[in-house]
């Protein structure tokens, strides 16, 4: 609610310079007792996230306001992108207002404080609530030397993180996107799972994939299927987009990744092409079962409104057999996700 009286003061100042202060304000707001809300928590990865709405990486890149954004009463709070070694990222200016597009453009290019120092910060942090660590490699490092980074990463925030999400989709730091390739994403996400197996005390940490938006759709179902195989927890769709469309403003053309409003109906396009089933199962599920696949449902008409009950078929099922009642997995993608997706900052 103080947002509309404080943002033309934020907005007197350079964008990066009102996030500064931002954070600061923050810091302050985490000597607060912490919000309360009225929401059902969800129960996913084995955490049970308070509410549906987070923040994600991007906004507290080095973990200095957490205490703060968890007094907010956000459902799980994602710092980083964090990368083994500090580094300053990218030259300023390098974060953009585009407010006739409702946006903000940026190439931060992961400005950080490194693993070690981020992890310290975690241990000392009073937030019970959930906190994600996001991880990505150095810009000086090769991409072929890609995974030790990742994996250094993760050995360094595993003890502090209820999960950790795999930045591989900035378009900000050179060559970093060409890491979606399955070529070169299986032999990165097989070194991670095998470490996160190594670490392990009790139950695996769990490991999600950040990708970008701008992917084709046989890419995003070869990507789809990649995880699925090898059992990684989830995918964070999205990160900021490459795409010009409609942009409005004279940073419109400035190099770095846009989020805000031009991002919204891409990245939901993202979220519902992997969660229909067709992504991880192929045309042969897809032929198999197709009204599930393109969204419709096997609906009683007779006597009942249509609504009233929905039927789907999963493999092995059996035919005729009442399986879910309410809105199957691909009618609830298409009508209630954009409702009910977590929301967040995007800036890398």
């Known amino acids: 609610m103080w947002y509309p009286a404080l943002r033309p003061a934020l907005f007197a100042f350079d964008p990066e310079r009102a996030h500064a202060l931002a954070l600061s304000g923050l810091r302050l707001a985490g000597h607060l007792p912490p919000s309360s809300t009225r929401a059902p928590p969800v129960s996913l990865m084995g955490l049970s996230f308070p509410n549906r709405v987070g923040l994600a990486a991007g906004f507290d890149k080095n973990a200095v306001a957490v205490d703060g954004l968890g007094a907010l009463g956000f459902g799980f709070v994602e710092v980083g992108t ?13 974060l953009f207002r585009l407010p006739a597009s409702g946006a903000l453009l940026n190439r931060l290019g992961f400005p950080n404080d490194g693993a070690e120092a981020i992890a310290a910060r975690l241990r000392r942090r009073r937030f019970r609530g959930i906190v994600g660590v996001n991880i990505g490699k150095n810009a000086a490092t090769p991409i072929e030397r890609a995974v030790d980074d990742s994996v250094s990463c993760l050995r360094l925030v595993h003890g502090v993180a209820d999960y950790v999400a795999v930045n591989v989709s900035s378009p900000n730091t050179a060559q970093l996107r060409g890491l979606q390739a399955p070529a070169r994403l299986e032999p990165l996400l097989t070194a991670l799972l095998a470490e996160r197996a190594r670490l392990a005390v009790a139950r695996p940490l769990p490991l999600l994939l950040k990708i970008a938006p701008d992917l084709s759709g046989a890419e995003l179902g070869e990507l789809a299927r990649l995880v699925t195989r090898l059992g990684v927890d989830g995918v964070i769709a999205s990160n900021t987009t490459l795409g010009r469309a409609s942009l409005a403003g004279g940073a419109a053309g400035e190099r770095g990744g846009i989020s805000g409003a031009p991002l919204r109906a891409v990245a939901l396009e993202v979220v519902a092409a992997l969660r229909a089933p067709r992504a991880a199962r192929g045309d042969h599920w897809r032929r198999r079962h197709r009204l599930a696949v393109r969204g419709a449902c096997h609906a009683r008409r007779r006597r009942r409104p249509r609504r009233a009950l929905h039927r789907a ?4 099922s059996g035919a005729g057999r009442t399986l879910r009642t309410g809105p199957c997995p691909a009618c609830r993608a298409a009508v209630s996700a954009p409702a009910r997706r977590p929301i967040g900052h995007n800036a890398s």
Do not use: E, N
């Open 82 to 94: 964090v990368t083994p070694r500090p580094q300053a990222g990218q030259s300023r200016p390098r």
């Open 313 to 316: 078929r999963v493999p092995g």
